[in-house]
């Protein structure tokens, strides 16, 4: 069985200047169909059409003979066919001619392979690529446009309706005439989605590029009520802002995999390092996050010797670990000397909902606080704040009290929505909404700061433990009032009280200073340093 592989590529697009050897995702456009054709383990011989010096260094320097075309071909209105007949040595004995356009890079030479095989099995003259896109059409009947349906369907739903792509015509060799390449016996072949896209304008070529270029992306990350569950929070955050489905990991003895709450990432629990190393040792992994707090020199060894090829980035790690991570974000806490961390509120991440919403308005009374301690509040801050302002001195101001997935007594607490003037929440799907419409709030110094300080919520903290009291951005200097860990009752209810009495200029001194720091612009800038890697 001899089969041939003729790959049309000429000099002289318009659309796109030298388009077939422009570069992209490393190699020439027209390197895919070559790479492809010569990897085929049913095609016997590959053939170059070209009028392009570029195109033919590129062949021959890929092992692939050339036929030089004639000008008389090289035109607009030059039909394939003519091409594809004009290449083909003549006295060779062909079985199949298979056409390649190098305008279909991001074809598998598995389906190549398989589209072959089809071909063969089922006898055809010729098979076309195609793929599957249904959808509501109109077409012209008679000088009117009229449905090309006849009942209006979700695509799911609509009939099969196949659309030629470029990726390869497969014909038997005696069908192949300068006027056509179908035969009488003609089927199409389905690709997937992602191996149909050609090349015909400059937004294909970036689709392509981006395509080429696909990141294969993991995030490990943990949360529970001693470390915390913004670390969830933010790794959902990340996997969405990836053009990819990122794998998140998560390991079983430390993580409940209720705390993702309803999310359609792919979630995999490990039990253990050891498991995760044997994974990830089968995955062509490009990016690997890990966003687990404090990470060691063996782990950081161990996942660099299972992964050589990716790059691993980490959040909030201030261990020895990060010395070897080729990227290290702690938004948390203050600058540090290894020329990988990027550190401050400069690299905070927020929620996206939060990008919908602008500063409070500052009114002239207090009349609403917020108050909320993240994820699980160890240090029971939700609690002490209830039984202060459930006092009868407090019921001209209405508190908004949030509590976290992982907080222990939520039950109880709930009983403190009896109040008229008091409403507690738990598991907050939409917390800017509650945010708000409130003119104070009391926190922590963690991921709920950043989101009172974005906008624009003067706001009294504490720390919840000894980490928590090195984070650097909710402090006296940034628009805080800061007043250190597990502070006493009385200097709680000393600082609610001055806040609950500011006057609207002080409150809009704090305010200012507050969002005097571009955290809106940290996904971005989060992004475009991992991209760069």
């Known amino acids: 069985m001899r089969i041939l592989a003729i790959i049309p590529a000429r000099a002289g697009s318009k659309g796109i200047p030298n388009k077939n050897i422009r570069i992209v995702g490393g190699h020439p456009l027209v390197y895919y169909s070559l790479h492809n054709a010569l990897e085929s383990k049913w095609i016997t011989d590959v053939l170059v059409s070209t009028d392009s010096p570029e195109v033919r260094i590129i062949a021959q320097q890929m092992g692939v003979g050339v036929h030089w075309r004639d000008a008389s071909l090289c035109g607009d209105e030059v039909t394939l066919d003519a091409v594809v007949a004009d290449a083909v040595p003549q006295g060779c004995g062909w079985d199949y001619i298979v056409t390649m356009q190098p305008t279909s890079p991001t074809l598998r030479v598995e389906t190549l392979d398989a589209a072959i095989r089809y071909t063969l099995d089922g006898g055809f003259d010729t098979v076309i690529s195609a793929i599957n896109a249904p959808h509501l059409s109109w077409v012209v009947k008679e000088g009117r446009k009229v449905p090309g349906y006849s009942e209006r369907l979700n695509r799911q739903y609509l009939p099969p309706c196949y659309r030629e792509t470029g990726a390869f015509v497969i014909s038997r060799a005696l069908v192949v005439t300068p006027e056509t390449r179908i035969g009488q016996k003609v089927d199409v072949f389905e690709v997937p989605e992602e191996e149909a896209q050609d090349v015909d304008t400059f937004a294909d070529l970036r689709s392509v590029a981006a395509a080429l270029s ?92 299972v992964m050589p090829e990716a790059k691993i980035i980490n ?69 002490r704040l209830l039984h202060m302002v459930c006092k009868p001195e407090y019921r001209e101001y209405e508190f908004v009290v949030v509590l976290g997935r992982a907080k222990a007594n939520v039950e109880e607490l709930m009983g403190f929505n009896e109040y008229e003037n008091i409403e507690v929440f738990y598991d907050v799907a939409n917390m800017p909404e509650l945010m708000s419409g409130c003119d104070i709030g009391v926190t922590s110094r963690g991921r709920t700061g950043y989101e009172l300080a974005l906008l624009g919520i003067p706001s009294i903290a504490m720390a919840q433990n000894r980490r928590e009291e090195k984070h650097g951005f909710v402090c006296n200097e940034n628009g805080f009032s800061y007043i250190g860990l597990d502070p006493e009752d009385e200097v709680i209810e000393s600082s609610l009280r001055m806040y609950l009495h500011l006057s609207p200029r002080a409150r809009k001194g704090f305010q200012d200073k507050l969002l005097s720091h571009d955290l809106r612009g940290g996904r971005k800038r989060v992004m475009g340093l991992i991209n760069s890697l």
């Open 315 to 383: 959040f909030e790690d201030d261990g020895e670990g990060a010395v070897k991570a080729d990227l290290v974000f702690n938004a948390l806490f203050g600058e540090q000397d290894l020329p990988q961390v990027k550190a401050g509120e400069k690299y905070y991440i927020s929620g996206k909902t939060f990008m919908f919403y602008g500063p409070v308005p500052i009114r002239d009374k207090v009349k609403r606080v917020f108050i909320s301690f993240g994820g699980a509040d160890p240090r029971n801050y939700s609690d």
């Open 214 to 305: 696909q990141q294969k992306v993991a995030i490990y990350v943990n949360g529970n009520n001693k470390r915390g569950i913004g670390h969830i929070y933010r790794a959902l955050e990340l996997a969405d802002e990836f053009y990819v489905k990122p794998d998140i990991y998560y390991d079983i003895n430390q993580t409940d995999p209720g705390v993702f709450g309803d999310t359609k990432h792919n979630l995999i629990p490990v039990d253990g390092i050891a498991q995760l190393y044997q994974i990830c040792r089968e995955q062509p992994y490009t990016i690997f996050i890990n966003d687990i707090l404090t990470t060691s020199i063996d782990y950081m060894i161990g996942l660099k010797s």
